[in-house]
């Protein structure tokens, strides 16, 4: 078989990119060794964060640091054994979060950020989803009076971004959300945001679109790219599949297939956790909330609430433990007390594809003509998945680009 592109990984972002390049009038054919929807993007909080203008940064604060160093906080953990091996992404990552270096990266995001909403919106319209997705946004909540009224300092610095929010106060909080502690002394409510209620689900709904646009998908093994010829050749359950383009969107599996290249990008892992519980006495949550001390999320979602962790510094292929999971599920029983039972047999294990300087790569590969690559989103696949998708289409059929797509070059690491 021979088509014009191969789409390897069928997550958000392959999914995305998929559809894009479709639209565009390119024959193409998706691949996955699993089914659509099955990986990270799955497993995620569900929002398509368009208040996120600046990008998760590595502490600069020494306090912070050191209390991190303890290894003791819910957001964070990180393995020893892993740690010596961690140790030159985290160095290169917290250089890149000095101020002047994380204000170049909220700058080049911006673009993709700004459009997040609107590209999903558009893809849910056309494959009649509507039904797994609010428009309700999220709330941050505060705990610490102190960390309250730091965070409302910090917003005049986001006014020209021309984000909508609500401050709330106690009163307001209990107002908006009355199953939560009442000792929670307040929340910013984030409007523009939207928020999923099975963010598995709406990956498959993207990938029956594509389906229905005359798209194929076809389970197959990425590992086996080769070139021969001028072209690329896959491994699928049909046999060999040949492509005059493939682009690779393989999230955390991408060293997988680019070191087997050549290419040594400075790709590392950021794990994660999450778990489904039952809610006590009909108790409901109107909102995704944040408790932004504990760095976990509840989200009301199709399956009960999902309760997602923070970050995970451990090898890609470690055992998942309960370690940080059993940290956060403490502080949300207390922060919602109606928590009830858990609902999954084992708690899911995740993996965050990040970058050190906070941006993805989007574009050609520098030395192999008709490779490109689409990865790298860190914590925000869902929310990037369909506007990086646009601008990679936009790039390989030579449309002109919605925005530079410069920042988001693999020649900055090659």
Avoid at 206 to 235: I, K, N, P
Avoid at 345 to 364: F, Q, S
Wanted: hydrophobic residues 40%.
């Amino acid at each position: 078989m021979h088509c014009q592109t191969l789409v390897l990984g069928a997550g958000i972002v392959g999914v995305s990119t998929a559809l894009h390049l479709q639209a565009r009038g390119r024959q193409v054919i998706l691949i996955d060794r699993d089914a659509p929807g099955s990986g990270t993007s799955h497993g995620n909080a569900g929002l398509i964060e368009r208040s996120s203008v600046i990008p998760y940064a590595f502490p600069r604060q020494f306090s912070a640091l050191l209390r991190y160093g303890l290894n003791r906080q819910p957001d964070v953990r990180y393995s020893l054994r892993h740690l010596p091996k961690a140790a030159p992404w985290l160095l290169r990552y917290w250089q890149q979060s000095a101020p002047g270096r994380l204000a170049g990266a909220a700058a080049d995001m911006l673009p993709l950020v700004q459009r997040c909403v609107e590209e999903h919106d558009a893809l849910i319209e056309a494959a009649g989803l509507q039904g797994l997705v609010r428009d309700k946004g999220w709330i941050e909540v505060y705990r610490d009076p102190a960390l309250f009224d730091k965070a409302k300092a910090e917003l005049k610095g986001l006014a020209r971004y021309g984000l909508q929010y609500e401050i709330l106060e106690r009163s307001q909080l209990q107002g908006r959300e009355h199953q939560l502690d009442s000792a929670v002394v307040g929340g910013i409510h984030w409007l523009d945001p939207k928020t999923v209620s099975d963010p598995g689900a709406l990956t498959r709904g993207y990938a029956a679109l594509f389906a229905q646009r005359g798209g194929q998908f076809l389970h197959g093994d990425a590992r086996s790219l080769r070139q021969a010829e001028g072209t690329w050749c896959v491994d699928t359950q049909r046999g060999p599949i040949s492509a005059d383009e493939v682009v690779a969107c393989l999230g955390p599996q991408s060293a997988e297939l680019y070191q087997h290249l050549g290419y040594q990008f400075p790709l590392g892992i950021k794990r994660g956790y999450h778990m489904h519980y039952a809610t006590q006495g009909g108790a409901q949550l109107q909102h995704s909330i944040c408790d932004t001390q504990g760095g976990y999320v509840l989200a009301p979602m199709a399956r009960g609430v999902r309760l997602t962790t923070g970050i995970e510094f451990a090898a890609s292929d470690a055992p998942g433990n309960e370690i940080q999971l059993a940290r956060c599920e403490a502080l949300a029983r207390k922060l919602f007390p109606a928590l009830g039972e858990r609902l999954d047999d084992k708690p899911w294990l995740g993996r965050r594809p990040c970058l050190p300087d906070m941006r993805p790569i989007i574009g050609p590969a520098p030395r192999h003509k008709g490779l490109w690559f689409n990865f790298g989103h860190a914590h925000h696949g869902l929310t990037l998945g369909p506007v990086s998708g646009r601008l990679l289409a936009e790039l390989l059929t030579g449309e002109r680009p919605f925005t530079d797509p410069a920042p988001y070059s693999a020649a900055r690491f090659d």
